[in-house]
């Protein structure tokens, strides 16, 4: 989508105003960083991607071998909720 909107602002010499978002704060960087790697790790369901699992983020956890604190997984959750909904 960055992408699309970029190539128009590049086009028409005006920045589409879902360019102009807020940096993310720095203490919430890292949950940012865990749901871009979850997020490549998910399955796709033929026509759509599929929301991450309960199993994909346990299985993730293993591999990192940290838990995420119940606000991480609520963060992750919610990104994912807004990711399915824009694609």
Known sequence: MR????????????????LDVPPIPHELMHVWEYFCQLSRKRT?????????SD???MAWERRQGFRLTPFEG????ALDEIFLSNQ
């Open 74 to 77: 609520e963060c992750i959750d």
């Open 55 to 57: 199993e994909q983020i």
């Open 44 to 52: 796709n369901g033929g026509l759509a991607a599929n929301p991450i």
């Open 3 to 18: 992408w699309h909107l970029e190539t128009v602002m590049a086009q028409t010499g005006v920045a589409p105003p879902q």
